[in-house]
């Protein structure tokens, strides 16, 4: 039957209309601000495009806030994010994501969600639509995760900067599913770190296969090398999108264009994919 057989609809708590957003004074004192630098962080290109039935799925390169205040957020992201090797999306390219995938009304997830700049854009398209005539909190939800106090930190600011509020968790989502999230969102907006290997250049364990057994969302199968270790994280981020999408749920996200093609393992979950009909 269909995922959405398969998994269930649980309902999370908190839809659209439930959620108010914190004051910004409550956020500033958490956030470090530091002078801008320059804007060549604008320059981005997109390398993937691909859809993911359920809807649509995109993949580009290279995450903001919205307009002038998300300028400030980004940079702030940008900044914090190079330290852990992070991407930060331009609003051109979140814009681009969320103008395919119409998040008009629904629970929006980001699992990656950085400094917020999806939620903010996704909120634009919401109140562009809406003609005035519904507030945007009362048409989506927003949920998040992120693995960097800093990051969430920034993102909490922006949302409330434009009005908005949602449920942002600090865990790290290749082990930590904070909104049980399988089946149950009607959209997905990500910009998940690409080519994350299983281990880094000295040996050390990043991303540990024993702790993802089990886990619903890699129902597909984990991208192993002949080792038993994780050959690259991006077959594992793209199983967590599509297992988060109710039955008529979409998404659109940024991926790597070497996911085209990668080999062994990657490749196998990927033609289960495109058997599945989800490409």
Request: hydrophobic share 35%; net charge positive.
């Amino acid at each position: 039957g269909s995922r959405a057989r398969r998994y269930g609809r649980t309902e999370i708590d908190g839809a659209p209309g439930e959620l108010s957003p914190p004051s910004v004074r409550a956020l500033s004192s958490s956030v470090r601000w530091r002078p801008f630098e320059t804007a060549s962080w604008m320059r981005c290109s997109v390398v993937y495009v691909t859809a993911i039935d359920r809807g649509d799925a995109v993949g580009t390169a290279c995450q903001s806030g919205g307009e002038e205040s998300g300028y400030a957020s980004a940079q702030f992201a940008r900044a914090e994010g190079a330290k852990g090797g992070e991407f930060f999306t331009p609003q051109s390219i979140v814009k681009l994501l969320v103008e395919i995938i119409e998040p008009y009304h629904g629970k929006i997830l980001d699992p990656a969600c950085g400094s917020g700049g999806m939620f903010v854009q996704s909120a634009n398209f919401v109140k562009s639509h809406a003609g005035g005539k519904s507030q945007v909190m009362n048409e989506v939800a927003l949920y998040g995760q992120e693995k960097g106090s800093s990051n969430i930190r920034t993102a909490k600011m922006n949302l409330a900067i434009h009005g908005l509020s949602g449920k942002i968790a600090e865990v790290n989502s290749f082990y930590e599913d904070a909104f049980q999230s399988v089946g149950k969102f009607d959209f997905v907006l990500a910009n998940p770190p690409f080519n994350v290997k299983g281990k880094d250049k000295n040996g050390q364990i990043v991303i540990d296969p024993a702790r993802l057994q089990g886990d619903p969302r890699y129902y597909l199968g984990l991208p192993l090398t002949g080792k038993n270790e994780i050959s690259n994280a991006n077959y594992l981020w793209m199983q967590m999108f599509a297992s988060a999408l109710s039955s008529k749920g979409r998404a659109g996200f940024v991926m790597a264009n070497s996911a085209s093609d990668a080999g062994n393992a990657e490749k196998e979950i990927r033609k289960k994919m495109v058997d599945q009909g989800f490409v």
